[in-house]
Structure formats: structure tokens, C-alpha cells
């Protein structure tokens, strides 16, 4: 408005003067500077006054985040978080928790608009879940965020890699009827309880193939359990071809005989070893069908009663 105001003051004589010797012409110019001028000095002042009466009233909002939402890293020191404006903390809480709901202990920075999350301490391996509470981060006119979520996964070995240990265990398990102990990676042994941990974070399984016994095969078990009811128990013979010689063995060698014979016969077959009552070291014999490990049917073909099978699992001797 002071323009406004000077404009107004402008010294009447001076006016006079040039209109006196300037005549209409310069008339018409003055009249046409001073509309100019008056015009330009109303636009400055609505601007002005319009600017004045602008207030923020936007939430910030996160326009990114790392490691990004749903990744995979071998490691991170931090979350890092963007906003679309600077900020500062709110009133609500920040979360970082691990897949079981546990909050992990962390120091948060704010430095113009981005938002560092730093854990105490180094995240091991698993799935981890970020919670931005609404009300928790502001901007400087004291907007708040809404709520905002991210997850990612600390591992070992990338979603490729994980894959690949999965087809490599589904063929162990198909040839051998279990699974490894182990899933390797050059020299990066991971063992088979933490592999399939780090694989269900990706809600990845190993499928374990049914394997049906056929027909054949129950003929199979059939003929090779008469075969060995023959045989009477002796501590004398620990192998298949001593109990054949001498009629009679050990649990060792019925284990033995039982083994080769269904291995012969293409019955996928192991020997296992655990303490019973009577032995430290009793050995027993299982096949593979449907998917599982089945005893061998001592009882049903009326073998030798220290030939049993007290115990479905065990040390593995052999396995085809």
C-alpha cells in the first residue's frame, strides 16, 4: 500500500507543469503509467495477503524405506525411512519386532525428512516387522503420519539360493527317505532346523514325496519275512551270511539278512541302532512306504522274539 500512497503524493506541480508544456500526449503516457503502476502494486498486495493467510495442513508421508518392504538382506546395521517433508518425532511409539512379536531395542534420529531406526543390538537371522504408529513421527507444523508398515528378513543366503536348497533336499529325501542334516552352500554349512526357519520366512517348505509301496513290493516283504523266520537267535552270529551258515544270529545279523534282502528286492530300507532294556546297541530293521518309515512286521511272521523292533527311530547303520 505505500506504493499506493506515493503514488498518490505525486507533487501537483510537477503535474501541472508537464501537462501545461507536454500537452495531451504526454498526458495520455502519465495516465497510462500511473493505471501500470497501480495495477502492479494491487497484484504485489493480493499475493502478499494471500501467502499470509496459506497454513500446512499435510501429513507427512513415507516415500520410502531400507531395506525395502518384503527384502531379503544378509545384514543391516539400520531402517532407514524417507518422508516427503522434514520431520521430527511424535508422541506415539516406533516398533521394531521380531516374527514371534517381540519388540527389539532400538535408537531413533531424525535428520531433515528421513527417520534412522538403529537396533542396540545386531539382528540375527529372521523376519522382522517395522511399525510406524500413526501420531509418531510430525512435521514441523506438528502434522501427524499415519500408521505405516514394513517387514524384511535377515539371511544367510538370498530367496534364489533358498530355493535351490529346497529341490536339493526334496531329491535327499526321495533317494535316502529323510532329510539332510545339513544344507550346503560351498563351504557354508546350514543345518537342516535353522534351514527350514530361514525358508519359512518366505513361507517356503520342503515338500516331502509320498512314496507308495506297490503290490511287488508288499510280495516282496511277504517272502523275505517267511525267509527269516527260519532262523533262530544265537549270539554267535553278527552278520547275514554267519546266521546262514549256522542257522541262527543275532539282532545284528537278522538286521543284516532283512536288509540286503528287501535292497535286493528294490525296497528303499535302513538298519537303525538304539538301547533297549537288554542291549546297548540293538539294531532293527524299517522300510520306506507312504512317505514314512515303517518297522519291519517282526511279530507278524513269528520270528524270534529278541528279533523286534522296540523303537522307530535311532542311530541309521545303512540305507539304500
Sequence with gaps: ?????????????????????????????????????????????????????????????VTAVDPANHAVVQKTNNVKVTFNEPITAGTNSINLKNSNGKVISTKNTFSGSKLTITPTKKLTTGKYNLLLNAGSVQ????????????????????VAQMKDGISRAQKFYSKQGRLPTTVSYGSKKIPMAEFQKI???????????KVTVSALSNSNLAAIMRSAAKFGYSGAAHTASAMERIGAGDCWAMSDYLYKHMTAAGMKSRIIQYATAYSSRHRSVQYFSNGAWVNAPYRAYGLNMLFNNTKSSGLVIACN
Design 139 to 158: 512435521d514441523l507444523s506438528g502434522n501427524i503420519n499415519t500408521a505405516f508398515s514394513s517387514s524384511f528378513t535377515v539371511s544367510p543366503i538370498t
Design 199 to 209: 525358508i519359512a520366512t518366505q513361507g517356503l517348505k520342503i515338500n516331502k514325496p
Design 1 to 61: 500500500m505505500s506504493l499506493l500512497n506515493s503514488l498518490r503524493n505525486v507533487n501537483k506541480k510537477t503535474y501541472l507543469m508537464l501537462i501545461r508544456y507536454g500537452g495531451d500526449r504526454i498526458k495520455r503516457k502519465i495516465l497510462l503509467s500511473v493505471l501500470l503502476l497501480f495495477g502492479l502494486a494491487l497484484i504485489i498486495n493480493v499475493s502478499t495477503s494471500a501467502a499470509a493467510t496459506v497454513s500446512d495442513n499435510i501429513n507427512p508421508t
